[in-house]
């Protein structure tokens, strides 16, 4: 599976972005998906996972600063994940990685098989 992440770019706070992550492949649906991020200095952080279905939604532990401004879908029919980021903060600023995997979704990459190149997002003040 090859992954391809799009949609980053800059934004001011409080604007949006929609990240979209297409994967190659004739096994998409069978995937949990997930995005990461990586700040300038910062280890690498899940932020939010979906089921292979698309019916159920996984949000890191430390994720209150994204629920209700984050959004994670899953078409499997275009073989694409998306993320929806509303209200954006200047925290938010990070180099986004989608994943795939086929085990369940955890903050843990362990269940991480194959990654996406990275899409950056740049949130200013």
């Known amino acids: 599976v090859q992954l391809q992440a799009s949609g980053g770019g800059l934004v001011q706070a409080g604007g949006s972005l929609r990240l979209s992550c297409a994967a190659s492949?004739?096994?998409?649906?069978?995937?949990?998906m997930g995005w990461f991020r990586q700040a300038p200095g910062k280890a690498r952080e899940f932020v939010i996972g979906?089921?292979?279905?698309?019916?159920?939604?996984?949000?890191?532990d430390y994720a209150d600063s994204v629920k209700g401004r984050f959004t994670i879908s899953k078409d499997n029919a275009k073989n694409t994940v998306y993320l929806q980021m509303n209200s954006l903060k200047p925290e938010d600023t990070a180099v986004y990685y989608c994943?795939?995997?086929?085990?369940?979704?955890?903050?843990?990459?362990?269940?991480?098989?194959?990654w996406g190149q990275g899409t950056e997002v740049t949130v200013s003040s």
């Open positions: 979906i089921s292979r279905s698309g019916g159920s939604t996984y949000y890191a």
């Open positions: 492949g004739r096994t998409f649906s069978t995937y949990d």
């Open positions: 994943a795939a995997g086929s085990g369940v979704v955890t903050d843990d990459p362990i269940w991480v098989e194959y």
